[in-house]
């Protein structure tokens, strides 16, 4: 049976292997690592299935040109042998639950623009938002997590320093 419950100290190797063994690289498992480290981590969940960590998904402040501050999900990560049977779906929804009982009125995701729109994101330039990096317009997307949070704001927003590593 699998539990989608927030991640403990025990827990960061297998996060971390997770991570590094779903994106086939360090960078994003190392990113992971330094927005815990650096108190940044604001909601950060795994997947378990008999005690085994199978999935992780973070989330850490992000800022619209200074003026509003949401909530950016990056990244998720699903074990490769356990991918395509809802772990991550099941992250994102949690994430997104608990993401919503915070201050944040906003959530970004830069990724699969076939995977994330079932959670009610949609291309952030719909907002007048735009990402800090040089990224195709279907795979940054933004979600109100209060309805009509984002009007009258426009911009780029702006992730936490530790992702201009990846």
Same mark, same amino acid.
């Given at each position: 049976? %699998? +539990?989608?419950?927030?991640?403990? #100290?025990?827990?960061? &190797?297998?996060?971390?292997?997770?991570?590094?063994?779903?994106?086939?690289? &360090?960078?994003? &498992?190392?990113?992971?690592?330094? $927005?815990?480290?650096?108190?940044?981590?604001? %909601?950060?969940?795994?997947?378990?299935?008999?005690? @085994?960590? %199978?999935?992780? %998904? !973070?989330?850490?402040? +992000?800022?619209?040109?200074?003026? $509003?501050?949401?909530?950016?999900? &990056? #990244?998720?990560?699903?074990?490769?042998? @356990?991918?395509?049977?809802?772990?991550?779906?099941? !992250?994102?929804?949690?994430? $997104?639950?608990?993401? @919503?009982?915070?201050?944040?009125?906003?959530?970004? =995701? !830069?990724?699969?623009?076939?995977?994330? #729109?079932?959670?009610?994101?949609?291309?952030?330039? @719909?907002?007048? +938002?735009?990402?800090?990096?040089?990224?195709?317009?279907? +795979?940054?997307?933004?979600?109100?997590?209060?309805?009509?949070?984002?009007?009258?704001?426009?911009?780029?927003?702006?992730?936490?320093?530790?992702?201009?590593? =990846?």
């Amino acid at each position: 049976m %699998i +539990v989608i419950r927030p991640e403990q #100290p025990e827990d960061t &190797a297998m996060i971390h292997h997770v991570v590094q063994q779903a994106f086939g690289r &360090a960078a994003e &498992a190392n990113l992971v690592d330094a $927005l815990r480290r650096n108190g940044k981590a604001k %909601i950060s969940l795994v997947a378990e299935d008999n005690g @085994r960590v %199978i999935g992780h %998904i !973070l989330f850490s402040e +992000v800022t619209l040109e200074g003026q $509003l501050t949401g909530i950016g999900l &990056a #990244p998720m990560a699903v074990s490769p042998e @356990r991918q395509n049977e809802g772990i991550g779906s099941r !992250l994102v929804e949690e994430g $997104l639950k608990q993401c @919503r009982q915070t201050v944040y009125p906003f959530a970004v =995701v !830069l990724g699969h623009p076939e995977f994330y #729109p079932r959670f009610g994101f949609v291309p952030a330039s @719909r907002f007048g +938002v735009k990402s800090e990096y040089d990224v195709r317009d279907e +795979v940054f997307m933004a979600l109100e997590l209060e309805k009509g949070s984002l009007a009258g704001f426009a911009g780029i927003v702006r992730y936490q320093p530790e992702f201009n590593e =990846v």
